[in-house]
């Protein structure tokens, strides 16, 4: 038996669901840049206390899904700001370094996953099932990211990433998302043929045209 003194596990899942559920708001445009977000409110129509919601919306600030001012206003942030900016520079970079580092490491199983992931992407835009094509796209980029094997650019990207799930999502829903399907193939060949010039080139137009292509 262990002879330390462990504090009670407080109810995390109802502070990590109100995040879910408004952050998915945010980024599909329920909740519109500018939208005043009150704790009494969201907890009313999350069905829970002002406790979790709070704390969700702290992270959300940190994310910079939400902007607040102490006693003045608490609402979610516009989509493009310079916050945004630095976010898709930092995130672009590190996708460079990672499909970099990656290139030398990928076995045919990397590259079949990345084309199973692409081919997911590809029926979700088909369907019409945004959601879903951003799972699909995630673990799609998500596998050079761990074969570069750096935990401080995973974390990293955690970090920055959520800035820029707004723009991806405009991105999914238009007819853009059909150039990310043929950029995903281009990658995914380049990395198969170890062509790291070629693959570098590729992320580093996939992340920039995130903003470009608007």
Request: charged share 30%; glycine share 4%; proline share 2%.
């Given at each position: 038996m262990l002879d330390v003194s462990l504090s009670k596990v407080t109810r995390p899942l109802l502070r990590d669901e109100a995040y879910d559920r408004i952050r998915r708001a945010i980024v599909d445009g329920s909740l519109p840049p500018g939208t005043p977000l009150r704790d009494a409110d969201l907890a009313d129509q999350l069905g829970l206390s002002r406790a979790p919601v709070r704390q969700a919306l702290l992270r959300l600030t940190d994310d910079g899904l939400v902007e607040s001012k102490p006693q003045s206003y608490t609402r979610v942030s516009e989509v493009m700001s310079p916050d945004v900016l630095d976010?898709?520079?930092?995130?672009?970079?590190?996708?460079?370094?990672?499909?970099?580092?990656?290139?030398?490491?990928?076995?045919?199983?990397?590259?079949?996953?990345?084309?199973?992931?692409?081919?997911?992407?590809?029926?979700?835009?088909?369907?019409?099932?945004?959601?879903?094509?951003?799972?699909?796209?995630?673990?799609?980029?998500?596998?050079?990211?761990?074969?570069?094997?750096?935990?401080?650019?995973?974390?990293?990207?955690?970090?920055?990433?959520?800035?820029?799930?707004?723009?991806?999502?405009?991105?999914?829903?238009?007819?853009?998302?059909?150039?990310?399907?043929?950029?995903?193939?281009?990658?995914?060949?380049?990395?198969?043929?170890?062509?790291?010039?070629?693959?570098?080139?590729?992320?580093?137009?996939?992340?920039?045209?995130?903003?470009?292509?608007?």
């Open positions: 976010a898709r520079e930092i995130v672009r970079l590190l996708h460079e370094f990672a499909v970099r580092e990656a290139a030398a490491k990928c076995r045919p199983a990397d590259v079949a996953a990345m084309r199973a992931a692409n081919d997911r992407f590809a029926a979700a835009i088909e369907a019409g099932d945004v959601d879903a094509a951003m799972r699909a796209d995630d673990e799609l980029h998500g596998i050079p990211v761990r074969l570069a094997g750096n935990a401080a650019v995973a974390a990293t990207l955690d970090r920055y990433t959520p800035l820029l799930r707004r723009l991806e999502h405009a991105r999914f829903s238009s007819a853009l998302a059909w150039k990310s399907v043929a950029r995903h193939t281009r990658l995914i060949d380049a990395l198969e043929a170890r062509d790291t010039g070629t693959a570098v080139s590729v992320i580093s137009t996939i992340w920039t045209d995130l903003l470009e292509d608007r």
